[in-house]
């Protein structure tokens, strides 16, 4: 309770809850309440939102610290206040590093201000992609969001920002003239992107960022951006409260993240995070909306955004992150392990499944024991060491390495202990999560639409809940099945576009297209090849659900023209299935 009624005297008015004192590191929400709530906590929490946020605040605390007590401390209290109010302008005015002490002058509370002005808004035009309509594309929109300078004339910022981009903008803080962007690189995996500008002008007077080390748990970091809410450029603050492989949902995969309780809203995507020490480490790109959860931001650490940095230096283009193309079982029972041959001391993971299409299924079998990644030994539920007193998922290691580098596994196989070396690739999935920017693949024929399955394309036709909305086999496939080859695609008729010919065929929407005239349809080119080439009096579609579609050739054929007409289609199929 002593510390609880210390808190309330710095700086807080009495009539304030001490339960809401407590909860205001992890409720920060604008930068006025972030400067005002950390007020309240102790330096090593409130230094970063006093100096960056609200500096007339710093002398309101400072005033009441001293209050009652006017000749014993005038000395000690009269130096600091001009130390901090001059970094503040400075870095108001010229955007430079400037380091600010705080605290008894010891150096133990030294802190440094991160420029503010490498931090650009983004602003995105959008054309998207019409799934329903394939052979057209929807109304473009725009967006806005925020970025930050690197070293090279390179900006960062999240891969969403600029997705199915036309344009893209960018404007310095302080400055009216909006200057176009060119995207060198998309991660979409990783959520994130490099864009230049080729105008010399934009780079007058821009510090690229620095980057630093992967923080620690509760040490602080303040977001930098441009969020909803205002034009000009926003501060929040906050401290690392976790550190562990995080799903990333625009690239639905699971990479290292950061946990963060500052505040990270629409337009803070893309903006850089600092430390105490002015480095940025990491990138704001998503954040926890429920409603038992206030103020879960999660932010790209330092280790994911230079392997996308190096991978595109090393390529000259992103080429993703590879995985193990396994899915494997945790072995913490005891008698899983008796009966898997394991003794005492060993550990590891067992292989439930392998991607037939990856490299590993050249060496690898199911039940084989995973014990070790590049020397690392894997702990029964799956973990490495991470740092001190942390653990972490083995897939972390497979993240840092790039696309073609070799791995040496160790297996456990019929109690037998055998060393693979195995070179790592992407992975490819039969409904991949995302079509890298490319128009979506279309066929037609007597009405009927014939397309490919991927994520986007559930995510158009079903909405957000696409997991609750779309057809139980689709989710099936989406979340169980490999391919057995890596051309291999889920080929739909996505609708019957009505006519004569087609009576009775009406209903059929997203239905898998199984086989054609009793061969096996393998991907949406091999059915357009087999139809267009088919000499047999009828055309026959086997689909799922035993439903059959039977039409004569020649006259589907002859259809076929008169119904793109009707509808406005230009071409029958999409230009990446002329070739």
């Known amino acids: 309770m002593g510390r609880e009624s210390n808190k309330r005297k710095r700086g807080r008015k009495p009539k304030i809850p001490s339960t809401e004192t407590l909860d ?4 920060t929400t604008t930068s006025t309440s972030t400067s005002t709530a950390n007020a309240t906590l102790d330096d090593v929490f409130s230094v970063g939102n006093v100096e960056l946020i609200d500096p007339p605040n710093t002398t309101t605390v400072n005033n009441h610290r001293t209050r009652g007590r006017p000749k014993k401390r005038p000395k000690p209290e009269k130096s600091p206040p001009p130390q901090r109010r001059g970094p503040a302008r400075s870095v108001e005015n010229c955007g430079d590093f400037v380091e600010v002490t705080v605290g008894d002058g010891d150096g133990m509370g030294a802190r440094v201000v991160p420029a503010m002005d490498a931090v650009v808004k983004v602003f995105c035009t959008h054309t998207e992609p019409n799934f329903s ?8 929109y725009s967006s806005s969001s925020s970025g930050f300078a690197i070293a090279g004339r390179r900006i960062l910022t999240n891969a969403h920002s600029v997705e199915h981009f036309t344009q893209v903008k960018l404007k310095k803080r302080g400055s009216d003239t909006k200057f176009l962007a060119t995207v060198l690189a998309i991660g979409t995996e990783c959520d994130i992107a490099m864009l230049t500008v080729d105008d010399d002008e934009f780079w007058e007077g821009v510090s690229p960022v620095e980057f630093g080390d992967l923080p620690a748990l509760q040490d602080a970091v303040t977001v930098v951006g441009y969020p909803i809410g205002g034009d000009t450029i926003s501060v929040t603050s906050g401290v690392v409260s976790r550190i562990e492989i995080l799903s990333y949902v625009h690239g639905s995969t699971e990479l290292l993240g950061l946990q963060i309780d500052a505040a ?21 790109f998503q954040s926890l909306k429920h409603e038992d959860a206030e103020n879960i931001g999660y932010v790209i650490p330092t280790p994911v955004i230079m392997h996308f940095i190096q991978d595109y230096e090393k390529n000259g283009a992103y080429t993703g992150f590879p995985i193990l193309g396994v899915e494997w079982q945790k072995m913490e029972n005891p008698d899983l392990r008796t009966a898997m041959g394991m003794k005492p001391h060993q550990k590891g993971v067992r292989i439930r499944r392998i991607d037939p299409t990856a490299p590993e299924s050249n060496v690898l079998q199911p039940s084989d024991i995973i014990l070790s990644f590049d020397g690392i030994d894997i702990a029964n539920d799956g973990t490495v060491p991470f740092r001190h007193g942390e653990r972490i998922g083995f897939s972390y290691l497979i993240s840092q390495k790039y696309t073609g580098d070799n791995a040496a ?14 070179e790592l690739a ?23 639409v ?3 399955v991927s994520v986007p394309y559930l995510r158009s036709e079903y909405g957000k809940d696409y997991e609750f909305e779309a057809p139980v086999k689709l989710l099936d496939k989406l979340l169980h099945s490999m391919p057995q080859s890596p051309d291999e695609q889920l080929v739909v008729v996505s609708q019957v576009l009505v006519a004569d010919i087609n009576i009775g065929y009406e209903e059929i929407v997203n239905t898998q297209v199984l086989a054609f005239n009793g061969k096996a349809v393998k991907n949406l080119k091999s059915l357009a090849t087999m139809v267009e080439s088919c000499e047999d009096e009828f055309l026959k579609f086997d689909l799922d659900y035993q439903q059959i579609v039977v039409l004569r050739t020649e006259t589907a054929k002859a259809a076929t023209l008169d119904i793109l007409a009707t509808h406005c289609i230009p071409s029958a199929m999409s230009d990446d299935l002329k070739s």
């Not at 809203?265 to 940025?280: E, L, M, T």
């Open 264 to 284: 990270i809203n629409s337009g803070n995507s893309g903006g850089p995070a600092f430390n105490d020490k002015g480095n940025c480490v990491g990138i704001a």
């Open 426 to 448: 992407t992975h490819k999935r039969l409904i991949p999560a995302h079509i890298k920017g490319r128009p979506p693949s279309y066929y037609i024929i007597a009405g009927f």
């Open 409 to 422: 596994i160790k297996v456990l196989r019929d109690s037998e202990i055998l060393n693979f070396d195995i």
């Open 24 to 27: 205001l590191p992890s409720t």
């Open 450 to 452: 014939f397309t490919t």
């Open 133 to 140: 309509l394939p052979w057209q594309r929807k109304r473009q």
